[in-house]
Nanobody
Framework: QVQLVESGGGLVQAGGSLRLSCAAS????????MGWYRQTPGNERELVAT???????DYAASMKGRFTISRDNNKNTVYLQMNALKPEDTAVYYC??????????????WGQGTLVTVSS
């Protein structure tokens, strides 16, 4: 079983910064693609950013330039540095990862989510 544990959410004023972390643990050989998504009440979960194991990144257009995704493969951890936050960035942020285990193959796993609130 693979678990993702997020941390770093909280309340911040508009224009401020936060750094989210997500650590993978459990039984796996490797963690491949990792990413961050976010969701607000009544809306679908949307992509924020993803990163491959080799470090190739992809961002949603509205986050590009303000958010930076990075990872530490030795720690099986992905980060999301969020700068110049806006009230519309308020959401629950979810970590997502593809884990590989022999005999099981690739499993897609979600974290429990961490709330980010940006006040105006």
């Amino acid at each position: 079983q693979v678990q993702l544990v997020e941390s770093g959410g909280g309340l911040v004023q508009a224009g401020g910064s936060l750094r989210l972390s997500c650590a993978a643990s459990g039984s796996f050989i490797s963690i491949n693609n990792m990413g961050w998504y976010r969701q607000t009440p009544g809306n679908e979960r949307e992509l924020v950013a993803t990163t491959s194991r080799s470090g190739t990144t992809d961002y949603a257009a509205s986050m590009k330039g303000r958010f930076t995704i990075s990872r530490d493969n030795n720690k099986n951890t992905v980060y999301l540095q969020m700068n110049a936050l806006k009230p519309e960035d308020t959401a629950v942020y979810y970590c997502n990862a593809d884990s590989f285990s022999p005999g099981i193959g690739i499993r897609n796993v979600w974290g429990q989510g961490t709330l980010v609130t940006v006040s105006s």
